[in-house]
């Protein structure tokens, strides 16, 4: 058995001991060449003094055993200098790499920050598809055999949700050593990843075996969802009427992608229904997949779609209310002698005009009024504290579907503010995580523009990728992302 204490040695400990070796070993061999000499110079005379007329045949001995002791010194010579020079090559060879210690050097700061960074952006990825295909195997499982696959989607959003707030909170400069917290980032998405992986085999056994089935779900799910989204194309329209243009693109934007999201899925319920009749089972599954995440993905935007509608007519109902609660809070204010926010009277007045000029973006109206006086006590309760709430849910709904649909470029800076905004908004802090949504929208929004938004093919490919339905690391797109963690979540490649 090992000892702990051996076990234990640091590499550099024996790499010295190793030197200590080579010094012995060097110190022996010439030791023993040294103590060679005498014997060598004892027999030097016996053999000059021999008759050179003895008989050849008692001569014989006598040479073999001269030969034999000649042979001591050249020996002993030959392995020092062996010695020596394979001594000298080690050392030649450490000094030339510059390594004293067999131990890997350590990361720097810029390798640290950007494996931080990679983990946090591969572990939303996997949980989000995880959470995503859920609801498919729900269609065909009961409650009780899907419970384990929940409860792992669940552990792995509460380490990921830790993650970001590490990450967030040494982003914001807050004391601590930044080296130990990127590693707990990392150490918290390997978590969040090793949960999830432990559960995608058992989940692809239970799917598997209900290929026919599953198409059937996804089909109906598509059926209903296009349904939907014509619905959405005509709210499109009503929306850009009653609130203006700025409005109206937005939910035109949303409703274009989910169609887009619905041709995809179109072509890839095809092949998968062909798979199934030709019996090829993988083939099936691979196309079945990418076909209910882009189900997902436009579930979600029109969804969106029909949620922004009730907000905006939520707040339009609002926005009278908390302009009269402002000015109330305002004229308090004064007679109480309390600082009042500067420019808060003008965003007032502004906003009283919208109302009458024409179509206005009642959410937007109510965002400025509450941040106009939110360093106002009085603001955080009544209709004000109402309408903070909506307006912060709005935005990080909005903030959350972006990031969602356009996961396949969107970086770690918008998903960690998300996170943010989402911690800030339960603390509560609805003016706050406002803010914060608006600013992870803002820099999504970026990184989706950097990346480059890719012109609607035939299929719907490219925006698939771009969603992050498809992992793009093949020529069709590449394999559909699956429930599971950074070792299981590519499993449908192709070979």
Request: hydrophobic share 45%.
């Amino acid at each position: 058995m090992t000892s702990s204490l051996v076990r234990g040695r640091p590499r550099h400990a024996t790499a010295h001991i190793r030197v200590r070796v080579a010094h012995a070993l060097v110190g022996a061999v010439a030791g023993a060449g040294w103590l060679a000499i005498p014997v060598l110079a004892a027999q030097e005379p016996a053999t000059a003094s021999a008759p050179r007329t003895a008989p050849a045949a008692p001569a014989a001995p006598r040479d073999d055993e001269s030969s034999a002791v000649d042979l001591i010194l050249p020996v002993a010579v030959l392995g020092t200098a062996g010695v020596v020079a394979a001594y000298s090559y080690v050392r030649r060879g450490r000094r030339a790499s510059g390594v004293v210690s067999a131990a890997p050097a350590a990361a720097t700061p810029a390798e640290s920050d950007r494996r931080a960074r990679a983990a946090l952006v591969e572990a939303d990825d996997s949980v989000r598809a995880s959470e995503e295909e859920l609801p498919f195997a729900a269609a065909l499982v009961d409650e009780q055999t899907l419970a384990p696959f929940r409860r792992a989607v669940h552990t792995a959003r509460t380490e990921l949700s830790a993650a970001f707030a590490l990450w967030h909170r040494y982003e914001e400069g807050e004391g601590g050593d930044r080296g130990q917290a990127l590693a707990g980032v990392v150490g918290r998405c390997a978590e969040a990843g090793r949960v999830l992986d432990a559960r995608a085999g058992e989940l692809d056994r239970l799917r598997r075996s209900e290929a026919g089935p599953a198409l059937e779900v996804a089909e109906g799910a598509f059926r209903r969802l296009t349904a939907r989204a014509a619905g959405a194309r005509a709210t499109v329209t009503e929306l850009r009427e009653r609130y203006g243009p700025s409005v109206g693109a937005r939910v035109a934007g949303c409703v274009e992608e989910a169609m887009d999201r619905l041709v995809f899925t179109t072509a890839r319920l095809n092949e998968a229904r062909r798979a199934v009749d030709l019996g090829d089972e993988t083939q099936a599954v691979r196309q079945l997949r990418a076909a209910e995440g882009s189900v997902a993905q436009a579930g979600i935007l029109v969804a969106g779609v029909d949620r922004t509608t009730r907000r905006l007519r939520e707040a339009a109902a609002l926005v009278p209310a908390a302009l009269t609660g402002a000015e109330a809070v305002l004229a308090k204010a004064r007679a109480t002698g309390t600082p009042v926010p500067s420019g808060a009277d003008d965003t007032l007045a502004a906003v009283r005009e919208e109302l009458t000029a024409g179509p206005y973006d009642p959410l937007d109206a109510l965002r400025r009024i509450t941040r106009a006086l939110v360093r106002l006590p009085e603001a955080r309760s009544g209709v004000l504290d109402t309408a903070a709430h909506l307006v912060a849910r709005a935005a990080v709904g909005e903030a959350e579907d972006y990031v969602a649909v356009h996961r396949g470029a969107v970086g770690a800076d918008p998903r960690s503010l998300l996170a943010a905004a989402v911690r800030t908004l339960a603390a509560p802090h609805p003016v706050e995580a406002t803010v914060l949504a608006r600013r992870a929208l803002e820099l999504a929004d970026r990184d989706v523009r950097a990346h480059g938004v890719p012109d609607s093919d035939a299929q719907g490919t490219t925006g698939a990728v771009l969603g992050g339905v498809l992992l793009g690391e093949e020529p069709d797109g590449g394999p559909p992302v699956a429930f599971g963690g950074p070792e299981t979540r590519r499993r449908f490649r192709t070979g």
